[in-house]
Each structure stands twice: as C-alpha cells, then as structure tokens.
C-alpha cells in the first residue's frame, strides 16, 4: 500500500465513516480514519486465515486469560503490516503530526501487568507463527482503574477507555451465549440437571491479532456481559425508574471492572462471577465451533488445546465435564479423561494467597452442579492415582491451583527456576504422583513490540549493522555481538539510549514537572506494587543514598534518576502505603538542594503499556529484586535486557536464565538464593540482626521512624517502620546491606561510559532467546501439538 492509497483511504473515512471533512476533522477524528484505513487491511488475511484453518483441519489453540493487557493497536498493526513509512508520509502530506495522531489512542485497559502483557505477547506471535489461534476473557468497560495521586496518595478512579468507539473491535450480536447461576440441581435417571436461578447473556466482540509481515491473524474474542431483559417497561411505568433498570446494570457488573476488591463477600461473588462467566461463553463458543467441523467428540483432545494463563479460568475443568457429561451423556470418567486430555495449566506465582481458592459455601451457592463435580473429580483422582487422596477441597476451601493440576494433560511454570520450586513446593505432593505432568516454558516477549516498535533509534542502528529480518529471528541479535567492539558502533549505541533518554526527560517534565539530566543513570523500577517486588526495599535505597549524599556532599556522586511505575489494589493497604512512601520521599529528595543534580525520584502515575514502552528504551539500570523464589518470571526484566539496560537483580524467576544468557559480567547481582531465604526466615530476629548489621539501613528507617517525610505527621509511615523491623517476610532487611553494597558497584560502572555501553549491548546482543516466538514454539511443541498453517 503506497502513501497515495493510504491517504485517499484515510480521507475515505473520514468522510463516509464519520462524516468529517478535513478542515474540521480533529486529531480523533483523523486516528480513528487511520485505524479503519490499516484495519482494512488486517481483514483479507484474518478471513484467509480463517478458511486456511477450516479447509486444512488443523487444531486450534484457544487461551483463556482475566487479562489481555494488547496497549495501543494502531502502531503495532501498522508495523506488523509494514506500512509505517507509508502511514507517516500519508499523516505529513494530510498535515498531521503522526505522532500525535498515533498518541491518541486509548490504552486497552484489559488488565493489570505482566501476566495480561504476557497473553498479548503470545497472541502477537501466535499470529507470526501461523498457529490457528482465538484468546478468549473480558472486554472491561472500565479495566483496573486510572491512578491518580493525592498528596502522595494513590487514588483510584474508573477507566474510560471505552468512553469512544473503539475502531479494531467487531461487535458479533449473533454470537451471545446464556450464563447461569445459582439454582438448584435435579437428579433423574438421566442423570443431574441444572437449574439456574439466574442467567445473563455473553455477547461477542473480536479484535483481530495480525502477525509479522501480515501473513497470519487470529482473534481475541472478548466477551460482555449483558442482561436477558435489556428494561422493564412495567416497572419504568409504576414509577420505578432505577428498578426499571436494575436487570441490565446487575449483568453488566460482571464486566466493567478487573479484579474488582474482594475484601467483602459481595466482591468475593463477583470477581467468581466473573471466571465463570468467560470460562463458560468461552467453552461454549469453542464446542460450538468444534461442532461444525468434527462429530465425535471424544475426539476433542486431538482438535482443540485450551490453555488455562493462571487459576483464573480454572474453572473450565468442571464446566468442561459437567458439559461432556450432562449434556452430551459422556460417562463421568471418560468425561473427565476428555477434559484432561483438552485442558493445560500455566501457573504463574508460589505465592499461596495467589494461588485462588474460593469457599465451598459460595462454590455450591453460585455454582452448585460444578461443587458436585468438584467433589466427582476429587474421588475420581483418588481412584486413578494409586488410591491417594489428593484432594482440591481442603478446610473448606476449593483449591484452583490443585485443581487446575488435576484436570490438565500439562502444567508448566515460567522460568526453569519457578518451574523447579513448583516441583518442591506448591504442588509437590501432585509431582509425585504426576511426575511426568509438570514442564518448564520460559515467559518471552515480542520484539514487534518491544524492539522495534518502541525503540526505533536503536531497530535502526540494528537493522544497520546486521540487516533486515531479525524482528521475528532474534536469535539473529547473536551477530551484533562481534562488533561491540567497535568504538563507532558502541557511540552509535550510546547516542541512540541518550536519545530515549531525552525524550523521557521532556515527557516527565510535562506530566510531573521534575527536570531530569539524560545524562544521569536512569534507574528504573515499574512493576505492580507488592511487598514480594520489594518496592520497599528500593525506596530504602533512595533514603540512604538521600542520607549518605547529605553526609558527604563533597563526595563525587554518581548522579541518579529513580523512577518507579506500577498500581498498588485497592484493598492492599500495605502496597498502597509504599506508594505513598515513595511519593512523600521523591517530595522531600527532589526539594533538598544539597542533593540537587546527584539524585531524583519520580513516580509517573497510571503505569500501563504506552508508558513502559517510554520508560524501557530509556532504562539504565533495570530493577528487578524480588525475593528469591517468589518471581515466577518476570517480562519486564526481559524488556529491559533487550533494550540495553543492564539488571541489579537477585537469582529469582527468569533473571536467572538471563544473567546465564548475558553473562555474570554483565549483570550486577545481589542477595540470597531462594534455599537460603528459606534458611535465613529461620533465624529468630534476623531482620533486627540485619539493621543492626548495616548502618545505612538503619538510619534509613530512623527517618522513616521520626517523620522526616512526612512534615507534621510523624507517624504517616510508621507502620511499614514496623513492619521491617518486625514482620520482614520478604526479608527487605536481610537483603539490604548486599542490595546498598552492589548498588554502589553499579555507581562505579556507570562512571566508566564506554565499558557501560559494552556491558548494555551485549545485554542486547544476548537476549535474542527471550522472543515469545521462542516459548511459543515451546508450547506448540511441547504442551499442544499444534503446528503453523502457513
């Protein structure tokens, strides 16, 4: 498509599609011609694909996930497509800014972090590969929620990212499903019946996913829930405005919110509402599917995997039998066989909170056919596992996770490191009876998107130096490293991450109002905020560097930037008390003169994708220091290694697989192995041991104790004082002095800019193996049996 098409397409538009001419079309207007000018041209190979997978009978992937995290869409398809110099030569001659343009676009709010940024990861190179493909979950009116801060607090109000039309979705009214619950269960000689007490309507919208070079696109099927009864006319008549309504405002409940606060039993209900409810129109969309090409449907397992991102969609495994066995009079076992056979299990934290359980009493009240089931599977795994009882009900409690385990043909963990202490924690017990079931397939990131999509100075630089095709080959990075050793390629490197590097200064200028020197490390952590990431443990940092600067300001400090991104839950008190921590200490650093030019901190509010792909190319230092065997993998450390930043992490998740990968050399790592965490909880006082231990640690909570960041409250932060001193779980305090001691080898490092721009692209020379077109594969191979169509 040359610019001259693509420009009369996007006048097109603009004209007949939203009745604009172009000397009164505003930016929306002209992003929203361009989005349906590029969308025309995902069509013709999202049909062929179709009709490719229908005439060649191949089996279809299907990933059920809470979270789609997909950003912006309009750049990504525009460069999968390779139209970019296209589209930006049409914007130029239309008059427009194609930046500005591209800038319009809402950020998708369909999930939290790196589990929903993983699911598009993979739809993207489930597209690349050709692998017939659907993602299926929630399309969120209002996703997690905007952040705010308010005096250092976070505030959390209702995202509106639908609040517009939104151009890459097709609204599918034929495609709707009724989803019960409640109810009550009838056992006939036929066997048992379910009799919903309530029922809502999944309805259908789907965004095609186009892969590299446009040769493949799947679909996401996102599904919303809507009421059988759209308005009571009677009731609207008797005077009952609100009542008239309350039908459609109660289905659409379910989803207008991720991960909605569970804190009370109402929010409990909804959020399982919510699993069912995509699990149920999601299963019954793929049988429907499955239905219009095969009749046996024994022969599910050979046709259809369904793969199950985290114990959100757990439920799937008692739907899936309770369908094969009420529905279609499979006998239990061989329902329950079946289901095995289709269904595998990604799981992605050690965490037992993470792992779901929801309360019998609710299970049987909102679903009471699936608990009966529950129970049917539990003597069934008895029964087929040497008569040992391993059962998914415990204390009262469903357990998701064991669950999940039990009804899948494959689990997997996400780093070779996760995956090994899932084998010796959480699910133990089910290895030794499955030992063949548990698998490793390391998280990986695409490079569409977080190379040269985000990075743009340094693909060029790439691409340069050792040709084309690398976007969906990037084991080809390999070859960049035989000229780190060229100073010319090693000043073009550095004069391409000092580019990113401004243009984040100017960025923070506007929307914070701090100025930062580019030429200062620009040490960045953006995670979600929780106490296992140790946010705590780096705002410490930021204290006592604040404290030892002031100390000795004659001291040639290496000057710092610290930026932090990412949203603490509503109901998580202690996560949202880091957040305001790090608020009032970046109020407090940045307003010190005696440390005026040595050290910054900012704290971007309303983290989401669009802001990581600002933050990642401009990174420096890259934090990745969890506790030890609590990262299941982590993506973000990958994005950050690809794009020349250099990590300060501990040996947790996939930070282990990528300092093997980039070299010890060019890792900066601190702290203890997940075996001596374990060691080190055992100690009695060990977090008072640590304070006494490190004197910078100890002052550093000192100022936290007597309030010097928080001017006429000196209490403000006194509880997560506390906390360290006397409830460190996370072992903040035992890692520190490690944490401060490496920390200041990375102040060294970075004072000598050529050898740091060496370490930083052999960072980005090494990571080719972290694509998701890698993992993918992965799983193609390894857990589905699925191969490419194209």
Not at 87 to 97: I, M, N, Q, T, V
Not at 187 to 192: L, N, V
Not at 480 to 493: I, M, Q, S, T
Request: hydrophobic share 40%.
């Amino acid at each position: 498509m040359t610019k001259d098409e693509l420009k009369s397409e996007i006048l097109r538009h603009l004209a007949f599609s939203f009745g604009k001419d172009a000397a009164h079309a505003q930016t929306r207007d002209w992003r929203m011609a361009l989005s349906l000018a590029i969308r025309d041209r995902v069509v013709t190979p999202w049909f062929e694909s179709t009709r490719k997978t229908y005439e060649g009978r191949h089996k279809r992937v299907y990933y059920l996930s809470m979270e789609f995290l997909i950003g912006r869409l309009l750049q990504d398809a525009i460069v999968n497509l390779g139209l970019d110099d296209a589209a930006r030569e049409a914007c130029l001659e239309l008059g427009l800014s194609y930046d500005q343009v591209l800038a319009d676009e809402p950020d998708a709010a369909l999930g939290n972090g790196g589990l929903g940024r993983l699911a598009a990861c993979f739809l993207d190179s489930l597209s690349t590969l050709g692998i017939p493909a659907y993602g299926y979950g929630i399309r969120y009116e209002h996703g997690l929620f905007r952040q705010s801060f308010h005096e250092g607090r976070q505030v959390e109000q209702a995202e509106d990212w639908l609040s517009q039309p939104h151009p890459w979705e097709f609204e599918r009214p034929e495609v709707c499903y009724g989803v019960g619950f409640y109810g009550t269960v009838r056992e006939g000689e036929d066997g048992a019946h379910w009799d919903a007490g309530d029922m809502v309507v999944a309805k259908a919208y789907d965004t095609p996913i186009i892969g590299w070079q446009g040769r493949w696109a799947n679909t996401l099927r996102l599904w919303s829930a809507q009421s059988r009864t759209q308005f009571d006319l009677a009731r609207f008549n008797e005077g009952q405005f609100a009542g008239a309504a309350e039908p459609e405002a109660l289905a659409r409940t379910i989803s207008r919110v991720l991960y909605p606060n569970d804190s009370t039993p109402q929010g409990k209900e909804l959020r399982l509402k919510q699993e069912y409810f995509f699990t149920a129109a999601s299963l019954a969309d793929i049988l429907r599917r499955y239905h219009s090409e095969y009749t046996d449907i024994r022969a599910l397992p050979k046709h259809v995997a369904i793969q199950l991102n985290d114990t959100h969609p757990a439920i799937a495994g008692p739907e899936l039998v309770r369908i094969l066995h009420d529905e279609h009079w499979v006998e239990l076992d061989d329902a329950i066989e079946i289901a095995r056979g289709t269904l595998n299990y990604t799981n992605h934290t050690l965490l037992p909170e993470a792992l779901e359980s929801w309360h019998e009493g609710l299970m049987r009240h909102l679903l009471p056919r699936h608990m009966r089931l529950i129970e049917q599977i539990d003597d069934w795994h008895a029964r087929t596992s040497k008569g040992r009882k391993m059962s998914t009900i415990d204390h009262g409690q469903v357990k998701m996770g064991e669950l999940s385990f039990v009804l899948a043909n494959k689990v997997n963990g996400v780093s070779a490191l996760h995956t090994d202490l899932m084998k010796k924690t959480v699910f133990s017990e089910l290895h030794t009876l499955h030992p063949d079931r548990i698998l490793n397939q390391t998280n990986g990131i695409t490079p569409r998107r977080w190379l040269r999509t985000c990075n743009p100075t340094l693909s060029a630089l790439i691409t340069d130096t050792i040709g084309s095709g690398w976007e969906d080959d990037l084991d080809r990075l390999e070859d960049l490293e035989a000229h780190v050793g060229d100073a010319g390629f090693r000043a073009a490197f550095a004069e391409a991450k000092h580019a990113n590097k401004a243009r984040l200064a100017n960025r923070i200028r506007a929307i914070r109002g701090v100025s930062i020197d580019p030429d200062a490390m620009f040490d960045i952590q953006v995670k979600r905020i929780h106490e296992y990431k140790r946010q705590l443990m780096n705002v410490l940092e930021v204290i006592a560097l604040w404290d030892a600067i002031r100390r000795n300001p004659g001291k040639d400090w290496t000057p710092r930037v610290k930026i932090f991104g990412g949203k603490a839950a509503p109901g998580y008190h202690t996560a949202k008390e880091i957040v305001h921590l790090i608020n009032d200490v970046a109020r407090v650093v940045n307003a010190d003169e005696d440390v005026a030019g040595r050290l910054t901190v900012v704290f971007p509010p309303n983290y989401n994708v669009t802001m990581a792909e600002r933050l990642v190319p401009a990174a420096d230092l890259s934090q990745q220091i969890s506790t030890a065997g609590k990262e299941a993998s982590g993506t973000g450390n990958m994005k950050f290694a690809l794009n020349g930043a250099l990590t300060i992490g501990t040996l947790d998740g996939a930070n282990v697989e990528i300092r093997e990968r980039v070299g010890d050399d060019n890792f900066f790592l601190f702290g203890m192995t997940a075996d001596e965490v374990v060691e080190r909880r055992a100690v009695p006082d060990h977090a008072a041991e640590a304070i006494a231990a490190s004197p910078e640690l100890a002052r550093a909570i000192e100022h936290i104790e007597r309030g010097s960041f928080g001017p006429g409250e000196p209490d403000r932060h006194r509880h997560l004082a506390n906390l360290l001193r006397h409830h460190d779980y996370f072992l903040v305090c035992s890692d520190f002095a490690s944490y401060w001691k490496v920390s200041r080898e990375v102040d060294e490092a970075y004072r000598d800019r050529d050898r740091w721009t060496r370490m930083a692209a052999l960072n980005t020379a090494r990571s080719g193996w972290f694509s998701s077109d890698r993992t993918i594969r992965g799983y193609a191979e390894e857990i589905w049996g699925a191969t490419p169509a194209i």
